[in-house]
């Protein structure tokens, strides 16, 4: 029997046909966390528009029909990826800012684990929401949109754990929080380009002491 699936056009969300022989009998069971785990590091590593359907049936071992019917578009499955990654791996931020340790330990710590989490052995470089929305097409924008919402949400965290510790007065009085917290935002991304091209977790490590200046220069 034949009939037409749906796959995903390389670095688009536009869905192409393509005719699939489908063979009779019960369909091998597959592992669908650890198909999700293999398509996560390869959207980490390569990018949205990246990785292409080859791509994702390489890494997954999976046929393109298989993936389709687990997943979705290639967009639904970004969206499990970026969440798997997010409860994961790239849960360093939230676990640092939401402490009771003062607000220099928690500063200190979220730059310290984001240094270990963008350069961990095994894994891809730089942070997957930062790596996977460098470049786009025009079609692609609702992906990089729903993108920018997850890394403001990040700069907010910051912002919002630096107020508290302005009303906890940690902070000298008239600290611009918000500007604060962008520098920090800008700091982790930074990391992360710099990761991604290869500079190791030594420099990265360099890097934190002067960052901490800035939050040092409004502390009572």
């Known amino acids: 029997m034949r009939r037409t699936q749906i796959a995903w056009q390389a670095g688009t969300l536009h869905p192409v046909h393509f005719p699939e022989t489908v063979m009779a009998g019960r369909p091998r069971e597959f592992d669908r966390d650890l198909a999700l785990q293999q398509a996560m590091l390869a959207f980490w590593k390569q990018g949205y528009e990246g990785t292409s359907m080859a791509d994702l049936v390489a890494a997954t071992g999976l ?43 928690a500063i ?26 460098t470049n786009y097409a025009a079609e692609n924008e609702g992906v990089m949109a729903w993108l920018t919402t997850h890394r ?40 992360s380009v710099q990761a991604r091209d290869g500079v190791g977790k030594a ?18």
């Open 63 to 105: 046929a393109s029909a298989r993936l389709y019917a687990a997943f979705g578009s290639k967009q639904d499955l970004f969206r499990e990826a970026v969440a798997r990654y997010e409860a994961g791996d790239g849960s360093f931020a939230e676990k640092a800012l939401d402490t009771d340790n003062d607000v220099r330990s």
């Open 108 to 133: 200190e710590a979220l730059l310290t684990e984001a240094v270990l989490t963008y350069t961990r052995r095994g894994r891809p470089q730089g942070c997957m929401v930062v790596s996977a929305a």
């Open 152 to 191: 403001k949400a990040r700069t907010q965290g910051i912002i919002d754990r630096l107020e508290s510790a302005l009303r906890n007065g940690e902070l000298k009085a008239g600290t611009d929080v918000q500007a604060l917290g962008d520098y920090y935002a800008v700091v982790l991304h930074g990391l």
């Open 203 to 220: 420099r990265l490590m360099a890097m934190i002491p002067p960052a901490l200046c800035a939050l040092d220069a409004v502390a009572r």
